[in-house]
């Protein structure tokens, strides 16, 4: 398959990101707790990887130059199609949480993105983002929709690069597998070939945030997707089944939910331990493998993923009066209150 010189360059640097031990931390634990710095892929973050070959899945299908690709999204994947279309010419329509974060959806229009916002609705309901997605690329010529929640080829790309990734850099020696689960491409990708090439031993465990109803669908054996409240998180958690997680209930081990407090203080224990500016999601990552960690022996080696960095985040994770109308202050260490202002 050709593409232009630029994409072909692109594709080139997505991937191979460090695996870095959080010494502070695992020496606190008594386990070894590593962090996947996908922050270093070319637009900083986890989706490049699914991204391009998404992308390669589109022009498989029919599309052709100068054509639309179409997709539901939190942000993330956007960023990485927004510079992946201007590369390769086409046009990118993208459909987004109704309450997304303004700089996200700056940084998306700045790539040329069109953005239109869609309520918040389960997966899978008529007006979802997603659902809203597939129905413009059918409704317009030459445009395909992207689809990555249901799209196999997101988790497929987890599954060749990411997993064999980790199993590489550890030497095999991988005992958890920690993950959030937004497409479920990262969880489900990744956990497949961890429990494939080690015949079953590394253990998967899905990360949930508040709001989510995953953890409590695993909980309770597929029963229901209750959830309550809401998260300043993006881009994980699910209120019901998409292709890319619909196997949950046979890879995860088990699954965690992780308060918005638990999370912000994570991020900032990143920082002042080991020194890491991380996103939302990765605190909530790190949460739950610092969790997972005291279920195993002494020594045992727990893998989770950094999806993204701070910035997009900063307005509220380092505003005090943000915390405060969130009734977070009171509940911050004082020795973290100095990342705040």
């Known amino acids: 398959m050709n593409f232009p010189t630029t994409s072909s360059e692109f594709f080139a640097k997505v991937g191979k990101t460090p695996l870095v031990l959080l010494k502070s931390i695992s020496s606190s634990v008594g386990r070894n707790i590593y962090v996947k710095l996908e922050y270093q892929n070319p637009t900083g973050s986890v989706k490049d990887r699914a991204a391009v070959k998404l992308l390669q899945d589109a022009i498989e299908k029919g599309l052709k130059p100068g054509g639309t690709l179409v997709e539901a ?18 046009r990118l329509i993208l459909f987004v949480p109704e309450n997304l974060i303004q700089a996200k959806i700056h940084k998306l229009t700045g790539l040329g993105a069109e953005v239109l916002k869609a309520e918040n609705y389960p997966d899978n309901h008529p007006k979802h983002m997603n659902s809203l997605a597939a129905i413009y690329a059918k409704e317009h010529d030459n445009s395909i929709h992207i689809n990555q929640m249901n799209n196999l080829v997101n988790q497929q790309a987890h599954f060749e690069t990411t997993g064999p990734e980790i199993w590489e850099q550890l030497e095999g020696s991988v005992d958890a597998f920690v993950s959030g689960a937004g497409t479920g491409g990262t969880f489900s990708g990744v956990s497949r070939y961890l429990k494939k090439v080690s015949d079953g031993r590394v253990k998967a465990i899905i990360a949930d945030k508040q709001s989510s109803g995953l953890h409590h669908y695993i909980q309770t054996n597929g029963e229901s997707f209750d959830a309550e409240g809401e998260s300043f998180v ?13 196997d949950v209930l046979t890879l995860a081990n088990d699954s965690l939910q992780i308060s918005d407090i638990e999370a912000l203080n994570t991020i900032y224990r990143l920082i002042e331990e080991e020194d890491l500016r991380v996103g939302a999601s990765a605190g909530v990552n790190v949460a739950a493998a610092i969790k997972v960690s005291d279920s195993l ?17 900063a307005k509220k994770v380092f505003s005090k009066q943000w915390l405060i109308d969130q009734d977070h202050w009171d509940k911050i260490p004082e020795v973290y209150r100095k990342y705040t202002t």
């Open 297 to 313: 022996p002494p020594g045992s080696n727990v893998v989770t993923i950094i999806p993204d960095a701070v910035d997009i985040y």
């Open 234 to 246: 993006e881009g994980i958690g699910k209120l019901g089944l998409v292709d890319n997680i619909r």
């Open 73 to 90: 999204t939190a942000g993330n994947t956007g960023i990485s199609l927004g510079v992946l279309s201007r590369l390769a010419g086409y």
